[in-house]
T-cell receptor
Framework: QKEVEQDPGPLSVPEGAIVSLNCTYS??????FMWYRQYSRKGPELLMY????GNKEDGRFTAQVDKSSKYISLFIRDSQPSDSATYLC?????????????FGTGTRLKVLA | EAQVTQNPRYLITVTGKKLTVTCSQN?????MSWYRQDPGLGLRQIYY???????DKGDVPEGYKVSRKEKRNFPLILESPSPNQTSLYFC??????????FGDGTRLSIL
């Protein structure tokens, strides 16, 4: 079983829709949870960053972490064609003084005008 | 502007010819790492460095070497590249246990 599972999509939605992206994980030691957006031919760009369980909102983006269910989500409100990209979830923990980062395989999102 | 810079962005080369991909960051970050990204497999960590002269293996280190002689630079070395190392490579850095900042990638093709 992979440490992080993420549906690869592709996910196609009409402009203005609410998008829900999700990841599940198996390692309860993960403390930090991130969402990155990756456009074609570019590196991943940090969108959201949360510590432990709860919600965090930034503009049209909301990140949710449920540590009891080992489940994280990213919601995009009023989606725009410019949101079309691959979204990667990521998690990290500290082990023996080193940092471990694990990434999901990414979900491709297409927002249709 | 805070950034992670990788060079070259694209490289086509042949089996066995040693190559180096450079990575430099201007954020004074302690932590730097290298990933490869392959379809269906996502980002997999090759090597990481907690600070100058401190490096360690990630999940897929075979066939790669790194060094960290200065805080800002973390080159990736392929001493004898093989076709299975054809991939998209990313360098990343972070200040302590923080989210990583990524470069724009190096697309490497080994024939």
């Amino acid at each position: 079983q992979k440490e992080v599972e993420q549906d690869p999509g592709p996910l196609s939605v009409p402009e203005g829709a609410i998008v829900s992206l999700n990841c599940t994980y198996s390692n309860s030691a993960f403390q930090y949870f991130m969402w990155y957006r990756q456009y074609s031919r570019k590196g991943p760009e940090l969108l959201m960053y949360t510590y432990s369980s709860g919600n965090k909102e930034d503009g049209r983006f909301t990140a949710q972490v449920d540590k009891s269910s080992k489940y994280i989500s990213l919601f995009i409100r009023d989606s725009q064609p410019s949101d079309s990209a691959t979204y990667l979830c990521a998690m990290s923990s500290t082990t023996s003084g080193t940092y471990k980062y694990i990434f999901g395989t990414g979900t491709r999102l297409k927002v249709l005008a | 502007e805070a950034q992670v810079t990788q060079n070259p962005r694209y490289l086509i080369t042949v089996t066995g010819k040693k190559l180096t991909v450079t990575c430099s960051q201007n954020m004074n970050h302690e932590y730097m790492s290298w990933y490869r990204q392959d379809p269906g497999l996502g980002l997999r960590q090759i090597y990481y460095s907690m600070n100058v002269e401190v490096t360690d293996k990630g999940d897929v280190p075979e066939g790669y070497k790194v060094s960290r002689k200065e805080k800002r630079n973390f080159p990736l070395i392929l001493e004898s590249p093989s076709p299975n190392q054809t991939s998209l490579y990313f360098c990343a850095s972070s200040g302590g246990h923080q989210p990583q900042h990524f470069g724009d990638g190096t697309r490497l093709s080994i024939l």
